[in-house]
């Protein structure tokens, strides 16, 4: 039996939602979904409101998602100008730097200034409907300025993680075909300077990068930068002397708001794409919801906006609900290891949402950095990015909320658009570690290997029965990709990647990626893309990349590598390696482990056996199944002696 929370009475007391609402609206959601999300886009203003509501096919060979297709609408609008009456002095956006002492803050009348400014910008530039943009910022207000400008005039953004690098980045250009580029001069993390606008020079030098026009420069630290005239210029020199008026454009609901590139079983990154209507209505429900926000909230996201996280629970959920929301451009151990509460304290922050990685980082320093700060303020908590083991959970409770404060463990993915399996806090019992229970309209399934659904406390392959508004359209360039990777495997269901428990209670517990996707601190890696890293390097024949068990980041790379007839593995090798993938991809793609493996496990017909180089990884050598079937058997005996974790 595991732990159980139940709802405190006195948050339900208050909550937008409790136990029979949910029971209520959940099975209207499902029984009514068309009934159910036409009211529910009343929350939106519309140019013009939708008649249409839902038009889907999940099969797989005439695959089609549409939600208020005949709906008009600006997200910009939505996330400021509807504002502006009631809540044009209201804070729409604390900034609070690296350093300690830079913070900042912006109204909602002041962002929409800022946003129309720079939509005239872009629009002065050449910039229009449909046309791609690549936003590669740090976590300062000019980020969000800049994805509202490309949504206010109907151009595609697609936010680029400050960690990536220039081939990484050089990649998502190519692939958008992106006309500008907006960048600063350096990102600024835990004291350490990031090169951003170098990376951006050096990713332009790269084959099919030349769509890009202009690149557009935030001086944030005031470092020395290579500006290239005509094509580079100033963010603040283009702002002087723009309009604050630029009206926004009309969208189709079903146009696209942005691309977001993620990491799949295969083949390089894809760009994942939104659409405006469905998911600005998903977006700012679930977020009003779970986070069960009040206007004098002051709600905090530790997510970066390079991750769909910063996109649905950093701007665009939290401004169309008119929230107060903090942006942070620091590391949780910087300057030391009570800065995430020193900021609680210094924002007076009520909701708080951050990962798994983060709280497990922290939770190892002890409670005294925790404990010496107030965190009175706090009412709420949230996890999301990796499944939370429960002595993380637990100590997230007790140490940082004072036992005060509901988690909510917010399950789901950049394709989903926003939270699908979570509890709402003044709804659900929590039980540590299960992200509990399905959203309104959110049809879980568990199936088998052959795709038959499983009854009653089960576990197996996460599936999603049916469509929810906020659910991605395709991928960007590559309809086709789209429904192979997500409607092919079970025919009749999108298929999540996941797997997952469901306990006697009908409660969700999700196990990890049963794909070839590592979850390292919260961020998907593709196997495939770190391989092709690896054998860049001309000494590499052939390499294999699986996950591992890690501590802090819940899951580790680990890296087979053979090499080329006559190469010896060195320390050396291993090195210039290691290094190669950190150019390639970035930091965040580096191996924790790199075994020289003389041959790797395949069948006869030349297939990778995975399951079995996972298994030596976990050091679960006992585990390893059936080998007989293997071209080479012998293979793993040298690679389980060799192994690196014991
Ligand atoms: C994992 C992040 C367990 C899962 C929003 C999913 C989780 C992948 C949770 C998506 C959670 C996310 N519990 N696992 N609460 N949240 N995941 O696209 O494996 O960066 O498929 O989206 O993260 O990662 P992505």
């Known amino acids: 039996m595991s732990d159980i929370h139940p709802v405190d009475p006195a948050f339900a007391a208050r909550a937008h939602i409790r136990k029979d609402d949910y029971q209520r609206m959940y099975a209207r959601s499902v029984e009514d979904p068309e009934g159910f999300w036409k009211d529910m886009s009343g929350r939106l203003d519309w140019v013009t409101p939708p008649t249409k509501i839902k038009n889907v096919s999940y099969d797989p060979k005439d695959l089609y998602i549409k939600w208020y297709e005949d709906g008009t609408l600006n997200v910009a609008a939505n996330c ?18 690296d350093d300690p002492n830079e913070s900042r803050s912006l109204t909602y009348r002041e962002l929409h200034r800022e946003v129309c400014k720079f939509a005239n910008t872009l629009k002065n530039l050449g910039v229009a409907k449909g046309d791609r ?52 001069d350096e990102g600024c993390r835990g004291g350490k300077k990031i090169p951003l606008k170098a990376n951006v020079d050096e990713s332009l030098t790269r084959p099919h990068t030349n769509s890009v026009e202009t690149v557009i420069v935030v001086r944030r630290t005031g470092g020395a930068i290579n500006l290239q005239s005509p094509r580079d210029r100033w963010y603040h020199t283009l702002m002087e002397g723009q309009s604050t008026d630029c009206l926004p454009e009309a969208m189709n609901a079903e146009d696209p708001l942005f691309t977001l590139y993620t990491s799949g079983s295969t083949g390089l990154p894809k760009g994942v794409l939104h659409t405006s209507g469905g998911y600005l209505v998903y977006a700012s429900m679930t977020h009003e919801l779970i ?19 910063g996109h649905s629970y950093v701007v665009y959920g939290p401004l169309a609900n008119g929230a107060t929301v903090v942006m ?37 320093e002890g409670e005294e950095p925790v404990k010496k700060t107030s965190r009175k303020s706090l009412r709420l908590l949230g996890t999301v990015g990796e499944p939370i083991n429960p002595e993380a959970w637990n100590w997230y409770y007790r140490v940082v909320g004072d036992e005060r404060c509901p988690i909510v463990d917010t399950w789901w993915q950049t394709e989903t658009g926003g939270i699908l399996i979570t509890p709402l806090p003044g709804a659900t019992d929590l039980k540590p570690g299960s992200a509990t229970l399905p959203f309104f ?35 960007y360039g590559d309809h086709q990709r789209f429904v192979d990777t997500y409607f092919k495997t079970y025919p009749g269901n999108y298929f999540t990647g996941d797997g997952a428990r469901r306990d006697e209670d009908g409660y969700y517990w999700i196990t990890g990626r049963v794909d070839d996707v590592i979850n390292v601190s919260g961020h998907r890696i593709g196997t495939a893309e770190v391989e092709s890293a690896l054998v860049a390097n001309h000494k590499v024949a052939e390499a294999a990349v699986v996950g591992c068990h890690h501590d802090i980041k819940g899951q580790g790379i680990y890296a087979y590598v053979t090499l080329v007839a006559g190469e010896t593995g060195s320390e050396e090798l291993r090195k210039e390696l290691i ?20 041959g790797l496990p395949k069948t006869r017909s030349g297939k990778i056996m ?15 199944g059936d080998i007989s079937t293997l071209a080479d058997p012998s293979v793993v005996k040298s690679l389980v002696e060799e192994r690196l974790i014991k």
């Open 133 to 184: 943009v690549i936003v590669y910022l740090p976590m300062i207000p000019e980020a969000a300025v800049a994805m509202l400008a490309c949504a206010r005039i109907g151009a595609i953004h697609s936010v680029v993680f400050g960690g990536f690098s220039p081939d990484s980045l050089a990649g998502r250009i190519a692939d958008s075909g992106a006309k500008l580029v907006i960048t600063a």
């Open 291 to 309: 986070f069960d926000v009040r206007e004098d909230d002051v709600y905090w996201c530790t997510a970066d906006v390079g991750w769909i996280t």
């Open 80 to 97: 400021l100008d509807r504002h502006l009456e009631k809540r044009g002095d209201k804070t729409a956006i604390i900034f609070e730097g």
């Open 328 to 364: 942070f451009d620091g590391v949780p151990n910087y300057p030391d290891f009570s800065r995430f509460w020193q900021v609680v304290d210094k924002h007076q922050v009520t909701l708080f949402y951050t990962a798994p990685t983060a709280i497990r980082a922290l939770m190892r």
């Open 441 to 475: 309209g959110i049809t879980p399934a568990i199936v088998d290997t052959d795709g038959k659904p499983q009854e009653g406390a089960c576990s197996g392959n996460l599936v999603i029965t049916d469509s929810w508004p906020g659910q991605m359209r395709t991928v």
């Open 579 to 598: 290094a190669g993938v950190r150019k390639e991809i970035g930091p965040i793609a580096v191996p924790d482990f790199l075994q020289w493996a003389p």
């Open 610 to 624: 995975r399951r079995i180089l996972r298994k030596i990884a976990e050091n679960q050598p006992d585990q390893l």
